[in-house]
């Protein structure tokens, strides 16, 4: 077992229950990088725990007065995972509700970085890395459909992973739900992780316009002509207005945290400008909001 950071001494002897996030997914797809994302955000964080002890750690934390407590577990045997359940059912009955963040990957970014580090995976035994990518989707599908937060890191490097951590988990104000304003181009993939998926390649691309082709969409001669484009700014206005309703309802049924993706051919001008202005829409309602332009860069 890991430790990752250490507990506070509290001259408390109790205290509220803490929120308990669990860190889990793919092996290769960045758990040890969340959990030390939140580390540095000021989680109790205790990585390779087995869920047996759950319990107790949650119990610990308490009395030592944490109030924010993440627990890595990785795929170390099918025994481990089999006691999963058995333990979130018995932190239920002590009215601690555990939330799962799940973090995916593609089948070749996860073969890219086990090649990259040189070690097998948990499950490869004498197969092949594929072989025990295939059997640990299998073991984890259901895991994997009762998380809360699913964050697909395919494309993402340590620090866009890292700062995807920080919008989530980096508030102690949870009176309202998270949104991350995602840019992404189609031609790399529909981001997996996003709760909605909107598409601009309705509007003219700046691509085509010979002095904006080596501009992006944050500069403000793209922005601009992008947002003048009919359809645009009513389009922008319908976005806001969805999150109006939507943003309530999410938080009512405890979703902390939500993930809009706004795409167009490269993610390099059109999504990144919407990307860019909804959020500062969003902003100047009061909505706790960032913005990740995911393939800005790789055009």
């Not at 555990?98 to 040189?118: K, P």
């Not at 951590?165 to 991350?180: L, N, P, W």
Request: one cysteine or more; aromatic letters at 6%.
């Amino acid at each position: 077992m890991g430790l990752v950071s250490e507990p506070q001494t509290s001259s408390q002897p109790e205290s509220a229950s803490p929120r308990v996030v669990i860190i889990t997914g793919m092996s290769g797809a960045g758990r040890r990088t969340a959990a030390h994302a939140m580390e540095d955000l000021g989680w109790f964080v205790v990585d390779n725990l087995p869920p047996s002890m759950l319990s107790q750690l949650v119990e610990t934390a308490r009395r030592g007065g944490q109030n924010r407590v993440a627990v890595g577990l990785d795929v170390r045997s099918r025994e481990m995972f089999d006691q999963l359940p058995r333990s979130l059912a018995q932190l239920e009955v002590q009215g601690i509700r555990c939330e799962i963040c799940y973090l995916e990957a593609s089948d070749v970014a996860i073969v890219r970085r086990q090649e990259s580090s040189r070690r097998p995976l948990p499950l490869q035994g004498g197969g092949s890395i594929i072989q025990a990518v295939a059997k640990e989707r299998r073991m984890l599908r259901n895991l994997r459909a009762d998380a809360d937060v699913v964050i697909d890191t395919s494309n993402l490097n340590v620090h866009q992973l890292a700062h995807r951590v920080g919008h989530i988990y980096g508030s102690g104000d949870d009176q309202a739900t998270r949104f991350q304003i995602m840019s992404f181009g189609f031609k790399n993939g529909v981001p997996v992780d996003a709760d909605m998926v909107f598409d601009v390649r309705f509007l003219p691309n700046p691509h085509w316009v010979p002095y904006l082709r080596p501009q992006t969409g944050l500069s403000r001669e793209v922005s601009e002509y992008v947002l003048a484009q009919p359809g645009a700014a009513e389009f922008l206005d319908q976005l806001v207005s969805l999150i109006d309703i939507i943003g309530p309802g999410y938080f009512r049924e405890g979703k902390r945290q939500a993930t809009i993706a706004i795409g167009c051919t490269g993610g390099k001008h059109r999504s990144t400008a919407m990307s860019e202005a909804f959020a500062a829409r969003l902003r100047a309602e009061g909505v706790q909001v960032s913005v990740l332009h995911r393939d800005l860069g790789r055009e």
